[in-house]
T-cell receptor, first 112, second 112 residues
């Protein structure tokens, strides 16, 4: 049973466009939602994280939107750039499951 | 600071052979993790440790053993390698739960 479902599996966007990656979770106790970015041949690195006391968090071109009632959260990349081409993982953790559970990842390609 | 380092970077094994993957971190983190990454499957937790001398099973522990004799090191062992263990292995560490996980560069393992 997947505790964190991520979609789409792959995404192709033109330079300057908006990239949107969605995640849904099952465990209502989850209260920490990080996003990781992984470039080819590298390990993942934390991009941005949110806790459910806010509905949105923005860092530069990257925004997390959080919908607690729907048990969904999403990553928006504004003005997508070729350098954003990477695999993105969402994750979730909380009481009783404090080791983050990762989604299956989204491969993003931004065409110049 | 070197962060999280992994040894070796690449390895090819024959079925039935054994090997140990070494992870080292210099950030004085309490928590350490071993993940495997397979196409379309995301990051799956193999084993983790919440402190020196402790280990615990993750999502996919079968066929692997771990040890954490020193706080800075976390070893992953394969006693009798199988082709199903062909994967990229990532080690990660964090100061505590709900904290950023720092990932190593990965070990690409092929079992023939």
């Amino acid at each position: 049973q997947q505790q964190v479902k991520q979609s789409p599996q792959s995404l192709i966007v033109q330079k300057g466009g908006i990239s949107i990656i969605n995640c849904a979770y099952e465990n209502t106790a989850f209260d920490y939602f990080p996003w990781y970015q992984q470039f080819p041949g590298k390990g993942p690195a934390l991009l941005i994280a949110i806790r459910p006391d806010v509905s949105e968090k923005k860092e530069g071109r990257f925004t997390i939107s959080f919908n607690k009632s729907a048990k969904q959260f999403s990553l928006h990349i504004m003005d997508s750039q070729p350098g954003d081409s990477a695999t993105y993982f969402c994750a979730a953790a909380g009481p009783g499951s404090y080791i983050p559970t990762f989604g299956r990842g989204t491969s993003l390609i931004v065409h110049p | 600071n070197a962060g999280v380092t992994q040894t070796p970077k690449f390895r090819v094994l024959k079925t039935g052979q054994s090997m140990t993957l070494l992870c080292a971190q210099d950030m004085n983190h309490e928590y350490m993790y071993w993940y495997r990454q397979d196409p379309g499957m995301g990051l799956r937790l193999i084993h983790y440790s919440v402190g020196e001398g402790t280990t615990a099973k993750g999502e996919v522990p079968d066929g692997y053993n771990v040890s954490r004799l020193k706080k800075q090191n976390f070893l992953l062992g394969l006693e009798s390698a199988a082709p199903s263990q062909t994967s990229v292995y990532f080690c990660a560490s964090s100061y505590f739960t709900y904290n950023e996980q720092f990932f190593g560069p990965g070990t690409r393992l092929t079992v023939l």
